[in-house]
């Protein structure tokens, strides 16, 4: 069905040994968006594909993928995902040719022409062998082959896998074309944060313990603010809470608070805690600032 959702997180819950990853996990994906599914190293975002693609059970709560259940997905559905994982390669032993052949005959909306499309820009001969390519090529070649299986839901866990800043660009503008032709639902986490703020149109954020925000990206970054307080001679720092989502206290002395409130708002807030709200500065964010901001730096 057209408005089913791409991705149904329902009540998840995860843990390694005595370690929570998640509790009560909830979000969805709707088709025809890209979602970045962002946070820090260890929140749980491969594990979450993992989870997706039904490669791990949950301990608790389900997932559901293109409206089947994640750990019963049919070989028909699974032809409909195209999935990179982190540090994925292609079958080093074969050439380009062979890996487009080999591939191909596994789906029927193969596009031949989005594979060869992408890989020409390499410069190298059908014959050439992937064992022989730099990181960033063999790169190329598994993002080649992901994008021309035409899926219906594309989840990249880190899609740079050392590619450069030319070619990240060049797929990046691919990724757009293909999820804005055909409802295509894409999910993306990025180490570089940067790219997907020209990309994504939700974000999720997840957090230890498996906390999490789901917003649009525009509501995000017009909600999230960034204020500056001036260096203080007696070392006085607000504290995160209700109002101050977070505090971060800089190399030169000066105090940064983030908030989803506006600066009266965190003046008072500020007040209440005997904190002189004198020289509060809003500064602008990119979407790695926010994210850091949100997340925190460590």
Known sequence: MADQPAIEVDHLSHYYGRRVIYQDLSFTVPPGRIFGLLGKNGVGKTTLI???MGFLPPAGGRCRVLGEPSHALTPATKRRIGLVFEGHLAYDFM???QAERFTAAWYPTWRRDVFYDLVDRLGLPYSHRIRNMSEGQRSQVVLGLVMAQDPDLLILDDYTMGLDAGYRRLFLDYLVHYARTGAKTVLVTSHVVQDLERLVDDVVFLRRGGDVLQT???AFMGAFR??????RSDGVAPSPGSVLHGVEREPDGTVSVFAFHDADA?????GRQGVDPAGLTAIPMTLEDAFIGYTGKY
Do not use: G, N
């Open 226 to 231: 960034h204020y500056r307080l001036p260096a």
């Open 216 to 218: 649009s990206l525009p």
């Open 266 to 270: 965190v003046s008072a807030e500020l």
């Open 95 to 97: 050439t380009i040719a």
């Open 50 to 52: 993992k989870l997706l």
